[in-house]
C-alpha cells in the first residue's frame, strides 16, 4: 500500500514508519517539523534501507496538502500530526483547536477530495476522563478534562460523523495509553524538548545525569504502593498496531473506535524498579505532592483490540526500559 503518514518524523510516526517500510509499504510523509527533526529520515532509512518520501508542510495548508494528494493516489493516511502537552493546552487552547481540529479537518477535506477515505488516526486515553473505571472498555463514556482531550474526542466525532454520512469511509481512531520505549536499535526514539514532562523520559535524564532527581508525584493514592498506576505499551507494539489497523480496515467498513494498551497497569515505583533493575542504576527519587488532574489508575480493557485487528503487546515493561534507556545513552541530546 501507498500510505500518507502525518507527524512521521515525530515520535510514534517514526517507529510507525519504520514497521510500515519494513513490511513493503511505500510511505510518504508530511510534517512541518515543529517538534521533530528532519534527521529521523536518515535514521528511519538506517534501520530499513529504506529513506521514506517527505514533505515539510503544515496539514492546515490547504493547497499544499492538495499538492500532495494530486502527486499521486493513496490507499489511506495515519495522521499522527497534532500538539499533545496537556498543560500547554490549558493555557493556549486555540493552539491545540488549530493544529488539532482545524488541521485534521483541512486534512480529512482533502482526503475527500482525492478519493482517499481509509484513516487510522492518532486518538488518546485522555478522552476517557479522570472518573473512568479501569480497565477501561471503548463503550466508557468519554469526559475528557482537559482542551487537548476534547480536541481529541471532537476529531474523533467528525470522523465519526463522516462514515455515518457516506459508506465508503473506513476509519480506525485508535486510544493509545501511556507510549513509552524506543527503537531497539537505539537509532530512534523520544526526544522531547526541555524539561520532560512524562515518567519514562524524565527517569532517562536523571538516569544520564542530565536531571538531579526524579519527583515520584504522589506517595498516598489507594494502590498497593501508594504511587499511581498506568497502562505503558512499548512504542513498537504500538506502531504494530497501526499496521493491524490497516489490515482491519482492508476488510471493514465505517467507524472503530480501538484501545491500544497492555491491559495491565505498573505502578510508579513498579517502572522505577524495573528500570533500576534492567539497566543496573540508581535513580534517585523522592515522593511529593500529587501533579493536579492527574488519576490513581488509568489501564486499558485491550480486548477489542485482541478481537478486532488480532493484535496484542508482545514487549514487557523490562523491554520498554531497556530499549529507552539504549536510545538515550546512544542520543543523549535526542537527533543533534
Ligand atoms: P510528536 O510531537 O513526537 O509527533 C507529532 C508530530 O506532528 C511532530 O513531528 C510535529 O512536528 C508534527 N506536527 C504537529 N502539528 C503539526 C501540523 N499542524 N502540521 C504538520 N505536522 C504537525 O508526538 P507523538 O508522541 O509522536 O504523538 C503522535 C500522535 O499521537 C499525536 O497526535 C498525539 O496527540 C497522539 N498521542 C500521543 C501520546 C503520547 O503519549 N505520546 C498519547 C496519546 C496520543
Ligand atoms: N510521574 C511522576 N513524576 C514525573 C512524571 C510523571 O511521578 O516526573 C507520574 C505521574 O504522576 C503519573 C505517571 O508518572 O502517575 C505517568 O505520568 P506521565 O506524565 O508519563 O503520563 P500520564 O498518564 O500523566 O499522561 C499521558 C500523556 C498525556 C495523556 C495521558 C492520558 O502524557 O498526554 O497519558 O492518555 F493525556
Given at each position: 500500500?501507498?500510505?500518507?503518514?502525518?507527524?512521521?518524523?515525530?515520535?510514534?510516526?517514526?517507529?510507525?514508519?519504520?514497521?510500515?517500510?519494513t513490511?513493503?509499504h511505500?510511505?510518504?510523509?508530511?510534517?512541518n517539523?515543529?517538534?521533530?527533526s528532519?534527521?529521523?529520515?536518515?535514521?528511519?532509512?538506517?534501520?530499513?534501507?529504506?529513506?521514506?518520501?517527505?514533505h515539510?508542510?503544515?496539514?492546515?495548508?490547504?493547497?499544499?496538502?492538495?499538492?500532495?494528494?494530486?502527486?499521486?493516489?493513496?490507499?489511506?493516511?495515519?495522521?499522527f500530526?497534532?500538539?499533545?502537552?496537556?498543560?500547554?493546552?490549558?493555557?493556549?487552547?486555540?493552539?491545540?483547536?488549530?493544529?488539532?481540529?482545524y488541521?485534521?479537518?483541512t486534512?480529512?477535506?482533502?482526503a475527500?477530495?482525492?478519493?482517499?477515505?481509509?484513516?487510522v488516526?492518532?486518538?488518546?486515553?485522555?478522552?476517557?476522563?479522570?472518573?473512568?473505571?479501569s480497565?477501561?472498555?471503548?463503550?466508557?463514556?468519554?469526559?475528557?478534562?482537559n482542551?487537548?482531550?476534547?480536541t481529541?474526542?471532537?476529531?474523533e466525532?467528525?470522523?465519526?460523523?463522516?462514515?455515518?454520512?457516506?459508506?465508503?469511509w473506513?476509519?480506525?481512531?485508535?486510544?493509545?495509553?501511556?507510549?513509552v520505549?524506543?527503537?531497539?536499535?537505539?537509532?530512534?526514539?523520544?526526544?522531547?524538548?526541555?524539561?520532560?514532562?512524562?515518567?519514562m523520559?524524565?527517569?532517562?535524564?536523571?538516569?544520564?545525569?542530565?536531571?538531579?532527581?526524579l519527583?515520584?508525584?504522589?506517595?498516598?493514592?489507594?494502590?498497593?504502593?501508594?504511587?499511581?498506576?498506568?497502562?505503558?505499551?512499548?512504542?513498537?507494539?504500538?506502531a504494530?498496531g497501526?499496521?493491524?489497523?490497516?489490515?482491519?480496515?482492508?476488510?471493514?467498513?465505517?467507524?472503530?473506535?480501538?484501545?491500544l494498551?497492555?491491559?495491565?497497569?505498573?505502578?510508579v515505583?513498579?517502572?522505577?524498579?524495573?528500570?533500576?533493575?534492567?539497566?543496573?542504576?540508581?535513580?534517585?527519587?523522592?515522593?511529593t505532592?500529587?501533579?493536579p488532574?492527574?488519576?490513581?489508575?488509568?489501564?486499558a480493557?485491550a480486548?477489542?483490540a485482541?478481537?478486532?485487528?488480532g493484535?496484542r503487546t508482545?514487549?514487557?515493561?523490562?523491554?520498554?526500559?531497556?530499549?529507552?534507556?539504549?536510545?538515550?545513552?546512544?542520543?543523549?541530546?535526542?537527533?543533534?
Open positions: 500500500m501507498k500510505i500518507l503518514v502525518t507527524g512521521g518524523t515525530g515520535y510514534i510516526g517514526s517507529h510507525a514508519c519504520v514497521e510500515l517500510l513490511a513493503g511505500a510511505v510518504v510523509i508530511v510534517d517539523l515543529s517538534n521533530s528532519p534527521r529521523v529520515l536518515e535514521r528511519i532509512a538506517q534501520i530499513t534501507g529504506r529513506q521514506p518520501a517527505f515539510e508542510l503544515d496539514v492546515r495548508d490547504r493547497a499544499a496538502l492538495d499538492r500532495i494528494f494530486d502527486a499521486g493516489k493513496f490507499d489511506a493516511i495515519i495522521h500530526a497534532g500538539v499533545k502537552a496537556v498543560a500547554e493546552s490549558v493555557a493556549d487552547p486555540l493552539k491545540y483547536y488549530s493544529n488539532n481540529v488541521g485534521s479537518l486534512l480529512f477535506e482533502a475527500a477530495r482525492h478519493d482517499v477515505t481509509r484513516v488516526f492518532s486518538s488518546s486515553a485522555t478522552v476517557y476522563g479522570e472518573t473512568a473505571r480497565p477501561i472498555r471503548e463503550d466508557a463514556a468519554t469526559a475528557p478534562a482542551p487537548y482531550g476534547r481529541k474526542l471532537i476529531v466525532q467528525q470522523l465519526g460523523d463522516l462514515c455515518a454520512a457516506g459508506s465508503e473506513r476509519v480506525a481512531a485508535l486510544r493509545y495509553f501511556n507510549p520505549g524506543a527503537h531497539p536499535s537505539g537509532i530512534i526514539g523520544e526526544a522531547p524538548q526541555g524539561v520532560p514532562n512524562n515518567l523520559p524524565y527517569v532517562c535524564q536523571v538516569a544520564a545525569g542530565r536531571l538531579s532527581e519527583s515520584v508525584f504522589g506517595h498516598d493514592y489507594p494502590t498497593p504502593d501508594g504511587t499511581a498506576i498506568r497502562d505503558y505499551i512499548h512504542v513498537v507494539d504500538l504494530r497501526h499496521l493491524k489497523a490497516l489490515e482491519y480496515l482492508e476488510r471493514t467498513r465505517g467507524m472503530h473506535v480501538i484501545n494498551g497492555t491491559g495491565r497497569g505498573t505502578s515505583l513498579d517502572m522505577l524498579g524495573t528500570f533500576e533493575r534492567v539497566n543496573a542504576l540508581r535513580i534517585p527519587h523522592r515522593f505532592a500529587r501533579r488532574g492527574d488519576t490513581t489508575e488509568t489501564y480493557d480486548a477489542r485482541a478481537q478486532f485487528l493484535w508482545e514487549l514487557t515493561l523490562a523491554d520498554m526500559c531497556r530499549d529507552a534507556w539504549r536510545w538515550q545513552q546512544a542520543n543523549p541530546a535526542g537527533y543533534v
